[in-house]
């Protein structure tokens, strides 16, 4: 089994930052993957960025993540970080931690897939407010 428990949201101005947190424990073969999503009122889930055992990161380019978003994981800590920066009143959200065995579904041949119904694991949740 794996847990996970976000902390770190808040209300920040737009142009702020924030750096989320996701503590994790449970078997590192279910958690190989490991990701951010996010999800506004009325929204459905999306993803923001994954990153893989070996530290291989993609981000979800249709909400501008990278460049702005940056995921990072300290294993020695049992951490995974979003920084986010330039923040804007449209990233405003419920933002979750996720974890499964494999990154892009599983599958070789694709690339940047970050869906959420490729994810088992699930935490409950950190709110981000951005006011303009």
């Known amino acids: 089994d794996v847990h996970l428990k976000e902390s770190g949201g808040g209300s920040v101005q737009a142009g702020g930052s924030l750096r989320l947190s996701c503590e994790f424990s449970g078997s590192p073969e279910l958690r190989a993957c490991m990701a951010w999503f996010r999800q506004a009122p009325g929204k459905e889930r999306e993803g923001v960025a994954d990153?893989?055992?070996?530290?291989?990161?993609?981000?979800n380019y249709n909400i501008s993540a990278k460049g702005r978003f940056t995921i990072s994981k300290d294993s020695t800590q049992d951490m995974l970080y979003l920084q986010m920066n330039s923040l804007n009143p449209e990233d405003t959200a419920m933002y979750y931690c996720?974890?499964?065995?494999?990154?892009?579904?599983?599958?070789?041949?694709?690339?940047?897939?970050?869906?959420?119904?490729?994810?088992?694991?699930w935490g409950q949740g950190t709110q981000v407010t951005v006011s303009s």
């Open positions: 996720a974890a499964d065995r494999f990154c892009n579904g599983g599958s070789l041949l694709v690339v940047n897939r970050i869906e959420a119904r490729d994810f088992r694991y």
């Open positions: 990153i893989d055992s070996d530290g291989t990161t993609q981000y």
